[in-house]
Nanobody, 122 residues
Framework: QVQLVESGGGLVQAGASLRLSCTTS????????MGWYRQAPGKEREFVAA????????YYEDPVKGRFTITRDNAANTVYLQMNSLKPEDTAIYYC???????????????WGQGTQVTVSS
């Protein structure tokens, strides 16, 4: 089993920055690729970014490319999402996921955190 706990969300104004954290426990963190997803009100959950187990490969969806950065610290069992230049359309609950990153693709696993709310006001 893997437990994931997100933190770092909040209410900010457009243009501000936030850093989300996802700390894991249970199975070896470094064996997983990690991903961030988000779900806005009334919308389906969507993929945001992913990072390989070693941190050397990352992938971003177009809406966040150039503004968000995903990193990980395997010694701390934590993955981060640095979010800059936030926009109102970034408002959502953000979830981290433990899965597999291979060949430039992220394959989500069955392990999800409880989510952290990010609200960006205009």
């Amino acid at each position: 089993q893997v437990q994931l706990v997100e933190s770092g969300g909040g209410l900010v104004q457009a243009g501000a920055s936030l850093r989300l954290s996802c700390t894991t426990s249970g199975r070896t963190f470094s064996s997983f690729g990690m991903g961030w997803y988000r779900q806005a009100p009334g919308k389906e959950r969507e993929f945001v970014a992913a990072i390989s187990w070693g941190g050397g490969n990352t992938y971003y969806e177009d809406p966040v490319k150039g503004r968000f950065t995903i990193t990980r610290d395997n010694a701390a069992n934590t993955v981060y999402l640095q979010m800059n230049s936030l926009k109102p359309e970034d408002t959502a609950i953000y979830y981290c996921n433990a899965g597999r990153y291979s060949g430039g693709f992220y394959f989500p696993g069955n392990y999800w955190g409880q989510g952290t709310q990010v609200t960006v006001s205009s």
